[in-house]
């Protein structure tokens, strides 16, 4: 065990007893499904129980936004192995097409808000075609240009606004964007969860392992990276879409937001990438102590962010889910005499 993993286990055991560990991982593996619904249910219940139109509707409704973004990262940043610093694009692309179809042809919301997926879909296929044959860095800086590309193209095209961009007056409501944020979130979680256990959910986590012995058993991975690039692109343009309505304007400097793109990727790696939850629960908290920096010390936002992706970083590479799942691990390799054996040098019995 690395010394790193001993610190981050002491701090936990200190905090949390192993045994209460183990059995909300087993909980989670068996009800998955249920716990879902169940956190479906109890974010539908604010606005019955009184949550009003205003700010705190608002940030919730950001909330789910944020949580949707860095749920989209973490299906190829996280499940694939290849860090994305270019989903933003997706975002302003269904951004804009959204505001088109609505200001200039008169398009309903719900029509627009889908083809504003479909079109993402369809640049994330084409684009994801050539970058995705990219590793590492390169693959990195490829999508970074992409962004870039994106948003320089947008200021210079008359439909886009231009730089002044485009104002949305006739929205829907707070409370429709709530629910519609809601809804989206529920649903790219129930995917992700239901394909991390299929054939394709095991080839993108193969390919994050090892991708040489992934492409040697026969997988084409280039097919599977790009079908996951298309799938994180479907819900960052839908969400994007939804976004230019609920926001009431949009231009280059906010449909591909630098900050952004920042914060989806610090909240699925402080909630732990590679994980169902992981992103989500990281899109919450991180997004709550913003909010809060915001209202009580202005300006020290991306102090913040920056702090908060150094120490996850540095103290707890695998996200709050990861650390979790990796203490726990280690407490039943414990349980079962593992640190015994280790001590006396006798080999561990697998039976029960």
Known sequence: MSTESESNSGLLRSIVPPDQVDRLFDVCGAHGWKLLAAGAVVGALPPVLGLQQGYYMTVVSEMFLFAILALSWDIVGGQTGYPSFGNMAFFGIGAYT???????????????????????????????????????????????????????????????????GKILLDVPSGTVFYYLFLGVLVAEMAL????????????????????????????????????????????????????SLFNTFIDPQTAYNGAWNVELIAMALMGGSGTVAGPVIGAFGLHTVIEVVETAFVGWQLVLLGVAVIVTVIGFPEGAVGTLREYASEMEYYKRGGMAAADSGEEVSTDE
């Not at 959204?98 to 640049?123: E, H, N, Q, R, Y």
């Not at 296929?125 to 962004?147: D, K, M, N, P, Q």
């Not at 090892?210 to 819900?235: Q, S």
Request: no cysteine; glycine share 10%.
């Open 98 to 164: 959204t505001a088109i179809l609505i200001k200039d042809f008169a398009v309903s919301f719900p029509v627009a808000m889908v083809v504003a997926g479909l079109v993402a879909v369809v640049f994330a296929a084409v684009i994801g075609a050539i970058v995705l044959r990219l590793r590492g860095h390169y693959f990195a800086i490829a999508t970074l240009g992409v962004l870039l590309a994106a948003q320089q193209v947008s200021r210079n095209l008359d439909i886009t606004g231009g730089a002044s």
């Open 192 to 243: 992700v969860y239901y394909l991390s256990n299929t054939r394709f959910g095991f080839i993108l986590n193969a390919i994050r392992d090892d991708e040489e012995k992934a492409t040697a058993m026969g997988f084409n991975t280039t097919y599977y990276k790009t079908a996951a690039w298309m799938l994180a692109a479907l819900f960052t343009g839908l969400a994007g879409g939804a976004y």
